[in-house]
């Protein structure tokens, strides 16, 4: 899967030239860190007042691409 998002981002870097000064870094959403919490009573997060939130801005990402 990783080569497939690779390939897909080289191949559109090739049309739009003007993507080369964008950079990019390949991420995968961490399940393992909980949302931040408002509250831990009722469990809903900090920034959208949602049980289990799922918005993106609320996750903790960890790199594909970055070499250990």
Do not use: I, Q
């Amino acid at each position: 899967m990783k080569n497939v998002l690779k390939d897909s981002l080289k191949s559109l870097h090739e049309e739009c030239h003007w993507l080369e000064a964008v950079s990019w870094d390949l991420c995968a959403r961490c399940n393992l860190c909980p949302p931040e919490l408002a509250s831990k009573t009722t469990g809903e997060c900090f920034w959208h007042g949602e049980k289990e939130c799922r918005h993106d801005d609320c996750a903790h990402y960890v790199s594909v691409t970055a070499k250990n």
